[in-house]
């Protein structure tokens, strides 16, 4: 095991700005809890889900996340993201 601080998860949903979109893209991510929030550790927006998948398997992520089905993390993760972004704009 690596030397990283807690559990890892990992969950991917399409990017909200794109459900109603022709064209959709997948926001997949890896993060932890830190202090009891959401930190996120890496993330992946690509054309597929299959793509955003392999980008997480191919991933140093991939053997020490767990895989989340319930949507409501990721989407949290996802607005820290954007945030993120947003900010550095």
Known sequence: MSCHHGRLYFGYMVCPADVDSVTR?????????????????????????????????????????MLLFTPYPVHEVFQIVQRHLTTEE
């Open 25 to 65: 893209r997948w926001f997949g991510a890896v993060w932890r809890y830190h202090d009891g929030v959401r930190a996120p550790v890496a993330y992946w927006i690509e054309e597929t889900e299959e793509e955003v998948l392999g980008a997480w398997k191919g991933s140093a992520w991939y053997e020490e996340s």
